[in-house]
């Protein structure tokens, strides 16, 4: 199944629909999908049929007003599993692959407030100069649980969409020479969407616990990024499983895959120049897509001045 939140075109407000052949069929009760999460994906799969069988309203998934698919998930973890992408930037900034980076699948913690939808505007965080986009993908919690096996974290996943971690590096940095963070550098805007993809939707594509998604990014319609979710290192069985020692994963909890290979433009700039890849500027239009799970496109706004602290 493949499920939208959109903006109803009879009033506006947020609804969720099964996409089907080109069609939202949009569903009477509920009107968030957090409230089908939390079993096995019965709930899931009950409400699909109820939407096809007598939907609220029909609307050409073309033209609807897209939001995130869950637009305030409890939690946004985002993992660094792409042993390419840290590799790149690690030799690229003098450095060297941490051991502890084999055993521990290492995330930090997002902003639930700052996401946005798939077609949204991005404003460049206040103060940065060295604005960049993530192309990741991110897995759904669906039941949730405390000190989950791999395993038992594989079967809890209610579904994948596309994820764009949004990044002031300029701020990130100076953020993390403090050894704190990630904080204000990612802190506001994180792209979900298009849509929500079940995971039998996906099983043609599956490579044991990988998924063989081809993954690619776009500026102004030049090609930029190219990768494939199969190359992760990390699991997500692994990276939720982790995620979950010590603690309770709940329904809607979104886990970021973290960056693919060549997927961002410190990457790239590190690799093949900052003139070929500079940083992104108001009117840029990024693209971010990912195999089966569609698009996420972006235009980038100014951002608003840093008012002064001292």
């Known amino acids: 199944m493949r499920w939208v939140t959109y903006l109803s075109p009879q009033g506006g ?3 969720i629909g099964l996409v089907r052949d080109g069609k939202i069929h949009g569903l009477t009760q509920p009107t968030r999908l957090l409230d089908l999460l939390g079993d096995d994906g019965g709930r899931l799969s009950d409400a699909g049929r109820r939407a096809l069988a007598d939907p609220y309203q029909v609307v050409q998934y073309e033209e609807a007003r897209l939001c995130a698919p869950i637009p305030v998930p409890p939690s946004i973890r985002d993992f ?20 502890d980076w084999y055993q521990l699948p290492v995330f930090y913690f997002s902003n639930p407030a700052g996401v946005l939808g798939p077609r949204d505007e991005i404003a460049i ?6 604005f960049d986009y993530e192309l990741e993908v ?12 791999p395993e038992e974290a594989e079967e809890s996943i209610a579904g994948y969409m596309v994820l764009s971690d949004w990044s002031a590096r300029d701020l990130q940095y100076r953020e993390m020479a403090q050894l704190l963070g990630p904080a204000k550098g990612k802190d506001s805007a994180t792209s979900l969407g ?10 043609p594509w599956r490579d044991g616990t990988r998924l063989r998604l081809k993954m690619r990014a776009a500026v102004n319609g030049v090609d930029y990024s190219a990768g494939d979710l199969g190359e992760i290192y990390w699991s997500f069985g692994q990276m939720m499983a982790y995620a979950s020692r010590g603690t309770r994963l709940v329904p809607g909890d979104v886990i970021g895959s973290g960056t693919v290979g060549t997927g961002c433009i410190l990457e790239l700039a590190l690799t093949y120049g900052s003139d070929r890849y500079p940083w992104l500027k108001a009117g840029d239009e990024v693209r ?3 195999e089966q799970l569609g698009a996420i496109v972006a235009t980038i706004r100014p951002g608003t001045a840093p008012k002064p602290l001292k």
């Open 13 to 15: 407000g947020e609804r």
């Open 80 to 99: 660094l599993a792409f042993e390419q992408h840290i590799k790149t930037i690690r030799e690229g900034q003098g450095g060297q692959m941490s051991p």
């Open 125 to 130: 965080s206040p103060g940065s100069d060295q």
């Open 138 to 149: 991110a897995a759904v919690v669906g039941r949730g649980g405390s000190d989950l096996s």
């Open 194 to 203: 298009p849509e929500l993809v079940t995971p039998d939707e996906l099983e």
């Open 288 to 290: 971010l897509e990912v």
